[in-house]
């Protein structure tokens, strides 16, 4: 059963500390995401990958996120310097599109941040 | 741009009610359509899907039909249970999928 994974499931940081997170996409896919899940702004797109280049980061702050793909069964979110606004769940998602077939998207189970 | 809206949430309903969530798009081509459902605490899981014009999606008892000349693709379910309480997305694919804002559902036993 091919699933996306996602380490770690759950983060508890101070302030000013760096955090990474990490997702590997199931084996195949060659388009990966980052989503940022809050109760306020809901599921946000941050950036996404396809063939290991980074296609759209538009919604990543820029000054303190960074998002790569090292190869391609991972890909990186950091954060650096976390800050509370942060806090949320971080989701990773998969998928492998083909002409004339529906796109379909992989979930993670997400990592959990709260930053103190 | 492409886009998706469905109706806000929360929507509460009695166990074995009628279930309807609505979702209409808009888009440029044609898209492929889903619907997404988040259990708590776990990711999005694709629930189903259609194609193209006139397609009906189906999965768990769940339903939706392509309809291209109302640009529409609204959820429904004859009898909910309350297993089905989780946050319901509607979303359609374009070079990345682009989602609705989530509906959330409670079912009431």
């Known amino acids: 059963d091919a699933r996306v994974t996602q380490t770690p499931r759950h983060k508890v940081t101070e302030m000013g500390q760096e955090v990474t997170m990490r997702c590997q996409p199931i084996l195949g896919h060659n388009t990966v995401f980052w989503y940022r899940q809050t109760m306020m702004q809901g599921l946000e797109l941050l950036a996404y990958f396809r063939n290991r280049a980074p296609l759209d980061d538009s919604g990543m702050p820029k000054d303190r996120f960074s998002a790569e793909m090292p190869d391609a069964t991972l890909a990186t979110l950091k954060i650096q310097p976390s800050e509370p606004r942060d806090s949320a769940v971080y989701f990773c998602?998969?998928?492998?599109?083909?002409?004339?077939?529906?796109?379909?998207?992989?979930f993670g189970p997400g990592t959990r941040l709260t930053v103190t | 741009g492409n886009s998706v809206t469905q109706m806000e949430g929360p929507v509460t309903l009695s166990e074995e009610a009628f279930l309807t969530i609505n979702c209409t798009y808009t888009?440029?081509?044609?898209?492929?359509l889903f619907w997404y459902v988040q259990y708590p605490g776990e990711g999005l899981q694709l629930l189903l899907k259609a194609t193209k014009a006139d397609d009906k999606g189906s999965n768990k008892g769940f339903e939706a039909t392509y309809r291209k000349e109302t640009t529409s693709f609204h959820l429904e379910k004859g009898s909910v249970q309350v297993s089905d309480s989780a946050v319901y997305f509607c979303?359609?694919?374009?070079?990345?999928?682009?989602f609705g804002k989530g509906t959330r559902l409670h079912i009431l036993p």
């Open positions: 998602a998969s998928g492998f599109p083909l002409p004339g077939r529906p796109y379909e998207q992989y």
């Open positions: 888009a440029t081509g044609y898209p492929s």
């Open positions: 979303a359609l694919s374009d070079d990345k999928i682009i």
